[in-house]
């Protein structure tokens, strides 16, 4: 398989390129020490794009994108570039990559390390050990059904109008990933909507349910309301493996759940596509934070929610499971030392810059 793998890297603009570097790092490390190659191809997103080519992602980038096996993206985004129209700013080149893509699923792991229980805004007990994954719908749902749009009803008022439109195809197939990816972890799966009050929430109750009994049946699926799912997330969050739920609900519910873990510079994400023929699912992963322009530039950002974004690309879309496990046992056994950038930094523990902190993650491999 050696030099089949193939990879883009896409650094984007504000912190991107300095948490990027850091991936480069353990890239050459697997090809060093473990004879494991890859293809790697890099690109400019973002404002980065903005200003050398014009527009935040070129029709070239974009064919790369869809030619690699994963895509790994730093940020973007940022005020520099905050007065240009909707379609030209930073953020426009990852929405382009995710519909082009079509990235219907996101992936977002809310994962509390030992070291880091403190830094929780809820007490230790309850988010000790804690490991959710939220599948959320992305390319479907309230944020793209028609009829849309503001209307001038003509008597002094205006009318806003958003569609929620779920198909069964859109459906099973991100209830699938969650079906899959649960038989990898806990085997449950908790399936979260607003039926009683939604048709749309309904029909993605029914036909969860009908994918289960079809081709599920090994995996407990349970079902949550969306509301109470919010109040069980700051409740009793270890009860729950995978969540899966549509774009809406989603988008709130991997914050909050985001937030039980303490810090945005530790979260990875993935946003998978449909298999190909050959079984491959394009992919592009990314921290969760964005490109963090207060701190660009001063070799402050944390590294890790970049290096395990590469971490979920390594099982996602390459099956290096052992590569992924050492690189998330060596972040948990620096921030067990008491190394911490200055988002992660707790009193009596030691300060330090993305350099170091990536170089202390390298060493420890
Ligand atoms: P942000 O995530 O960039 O920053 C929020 C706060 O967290 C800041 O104080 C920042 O310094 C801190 N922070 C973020 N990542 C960090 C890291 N790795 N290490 C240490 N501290 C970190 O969100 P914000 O400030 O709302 O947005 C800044 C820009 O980023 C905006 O232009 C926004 O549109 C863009 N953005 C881009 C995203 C992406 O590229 N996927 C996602 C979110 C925001
Ligand atoms: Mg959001």
Redesign the pocket.
Known sequence: MAGTRSLLLLP?D??GPE?MRQVRRYIDWMARKRGIEFTVEEGLVGGAAIDAQGVPLTDATLEKAKAADAVLFG????PKWDGLGFDMRP?AG?LRLRKELDLFANLRPAKVFDALVDASSLKPDIVRGLDVMIVRELTGGIYFGEPRGIEDLGNGQRRGVNTQVYTTAEIHRVARIAFELARKRGNKVCSVEKGNVMESGLLWRQEVTALHRAEYGDVELSHMLADACSMQLVRNPGQFDVIVTDNLFGDMLSDEAAMLTGS??MLPSASLGAPDADGRRRALY??V???????AGRD???PI?MLLSLGMALRWSFDLHAEADMLEQAVQNVLRTGMR???IMQPGMARCSTSVMADTILREL
């Open positions: 984007g504000g912190i948490v940020a973007v985004g940022g953020e990852l945005i510079g990314e921290p934070h964005g490109s963090a322009p207060d701190i402050m950002a944390n929610a950038t200055s988002d």
